[in-house]
């Protein structure tokens, strides 16, 4: 039993064809998307002296690179340069391409443009990309690193029940996202409350992280049920109630001689999914209460959940990035709140990071 990660593929009856030109059905062809961006960037041309036109020509250039193919790896996404709330959000790429030195820029750009196309139907989040597109050249590197590290925690969680290969996910997601040593003190945080990216206030702390993810991870930072027990021999029963296996109570690697359920928190149960030798698919509603009465009968003794919570803790800072973000979450001096803003360059900043991260705009 275990969550399935979706991903997109053709179908079988689906033709793929290479050709240099490629031609849509909307009519755009690859040739008219570069002409309208050519296009666009020619009335904001007049707006640089002659001194800056080299150096703000070799910017959007580099826009333009790294835009156009990743257009054309997205069906449709052509026939959003037809569009007028598109045109306006390229010029102001465009200018945010031609006042950056930053190569990463470039790709957040195309990466928030790409946003707009899939995710611009809501007003809100078109607003959020728009205002994140006007101070992408703005932010700097680690304050834009660290940015994207907060929303990460309060974001993404690995899918996998086992907590000692769930760690090794957890970690290489943040070994791809602090690509910058992440800054210390407040100057960050006013920084970015600045820009309208982050709201900050001096009462309160963030939630120091062996108590964050003990608590968000509370499928794998569990004790569990003892085997043998009366609980464990009531939670048997539950599962042969619905035709489950007692198999499914896995060894705690963090407590011996105790069992759990391999989930990452118990909030997961209802979008489990169930694997057996005919199908694959979401678990039941009957399923699913009885998963939860068994997480009830977990043992709540504060010496085992501490033993757990310590050995939970020993196997994170196992993990050279995990202790890194320990050492830097738990040294942060006031509260943060991420707006719309900061959560729409933070997560397409994450995804231009590590293309794999799902979507959550």
Same mark, same amino acid.
């Given at each position: 039993?275990?969550?399935?990660?979706?991903?997109?593929?053709?179908?079988?009856?689906?033709?793929?064809?290479?050709?240099?030109?490629? $031609?849509?059905?909307n009519g755009i062809?690859?040739?008219?998307?570069?002409?309208?961006?050519?296009? *666009?960037?020619?009335?904001?041309r007049v707006n640089y002296t002659q001194e800056a036109i080299q150096t703000v020509q070799e910017r959007v250039n580099k826009l333009e690179k790294s835009? %156009?193919?990743?257009?054309?790896?997205?069906?449709?996404?052509?026939?959003?340069?037809?569009?007028?709330?598109?045109?306006?959000?390229?010029?102001?790429?465009?200018?945010?391409?031609?006042?950056?030195?930053?190569?990463?820029?470039?790709?957040?750009?195309?990466?928030?443009?790409?946003?707009?196309?899939?995710?611009?139907?809501n007003r809100k989040t078109r607003? &959020?990309?728009s205002h994140a597109i006007e101070i992408v050249d703005e932010i700097d590197n680690d304050a834009l690193c660290a940015l994207t590290v907060v929303h990460a925690v309060n974001a993404y969680s690995p899918i996998i029940g086992d907590p000692v290969e769930g760690m090794k996910v957890i970690a290489g997601l943040?070994?791809?996202?602090?690509?910058?040593?992440?800054?210390?003190?407040?100057?960050?945080?006013?920084?970015l409350d600045v820009l309208g990216a982050v709201r900050m206030s001096s009462f309160g702390h963030m939630k120091?992280?062996?108590?964050?993810?003990?608590?968000?991870?509370? &499928?794998?930072?569990?004790?569990?049920?003892?085997? &043998?027990?009366?609980?464990?021999?009531?939670?048997?029963?539950?599962?042969k109630s619905v035709r489950f296996q007692e198999s499914i109570l896995n060894p705690n690697v963090f407590l011996k001689d105790y069992v759990r359920i391999p989930i990452v928190s118990?909030? *997961? $149960?209802? &979008? *489990? %999914?169930?694997?057996?030798? $005919?199908?694959?698919?979401? $678990? @039941?509603?009957?399923?699913?209460?009885?998963?939860?009465? %068994?997480?009830?009968?977990?043992? @709540?003794?504060?010496?085992?959940?501490?033993?757990v919570k310590a050995e939970f803790m020993k196997l994170w800072d196992s993990y050279d990035s995990l202790r890194r973000l320990r050492e830097w979450w738990d040294a942060i001096p006031c509260s943060v709140q991420i707006t719309q803003v900061g959560n729409v360059l933070a997560h397409t900043n994450a995804k231009r990071c590590d293309p794999q991260i799902p979507d959550l705009i």
């Amino acid at each position: 039993m275990k969550n399935s990660r979706q991903i997109q593929k053709a179908g079988n009856d689906a033709q793929q064809i290479q050709a240099n030109t490629v $031609i849509f059905n909307n009519g755009i062809t690859e040739e008219r998307t570069r002409e309208i961006f050519s296009e *666009m960037f020619e009335l904001e041309r007049v707006n640089y002296t002659q001194e800056a036109i080299q150096t703000v020509q070799e910017r959007v250039n580099k826009l333009e690179k790294s835009l %156009i193919p990743r257009i054309e790896s997205i069906e449709g996404a052509s026939a959003s340069f037809s569009d007028p709330k598109f045109q306006f959000l390229l010029r102001s790429a465009q200018k945010a391409a031609a006042s950056s030195e930053n190569e990463n820029d470039y790709d957040l750009l195309t990466e928030l443009l790409v946003c707009h196309i899939q995710k611009g139907e809501n007003r809100k989040t078109r607003a &959020g990309i728009s205002h994140a597109i006007e101070i992408v050249d703005e932010i700097d590197n680690d304050a834009l690193c660290a940015l994207t590290v907060v929303h990460a925690v309060n974001a993404y969680s690995p899918i996998i029940g086992d907590p000692v290969e769930g760690m090794k996910v957890i970690a290489g997601l943040f070994e791809r996202l602090e690509y910058e040593k992440l800054p210390n003190g407040s100057e960050w945080i006013d920084h970015l409350d600045v820009l309208g990216a982050v709201r900050m206030s001096s009462f309160g702390h963030m939630k120091r992280i062996n108590l964050y993810y003990s608590e968000k991870f509370n &499928g794998y930072a569990c004790a569990g049920i003892k085997i &043998g027990s009366e609980n464990y021999l009531k939670a048997v029963e539950l599962l042969k109630s619905v035709r489950f296996q007692e198999s499914i109570l896995n060894p705690n690697v963090f407590l011996k001689d105790y069992v759990r359920i391999p989930i990452v928190s118990k909030e *997961m $149960i209802g &979008g *489990m %999914i169930v694997h057996n030798n $005919i199908e694959s698919r979401k $678990i @039941t509603r009957e399923e699913a209460a009885v998963l939860n009465d %068994i997480f009830e009968l977990y043992d @709540t003794d504060n010496q085992q959940l501490a033993q757990v919570k310590a050995e939970f803790m020993k196997l994170w800072d196992s993990y050279d990035s995990l202790r890194r973000l320990r050492e830097w979450w738990d040294a942060i001096p006031c509260s943060v709140q991420i707006t719309q803003v900061g959560n729409v360059l933070a997560h397409t900043n994450a995804k231009r990071c590590d293309p794999q991260i799902p979507d959550l705009i």
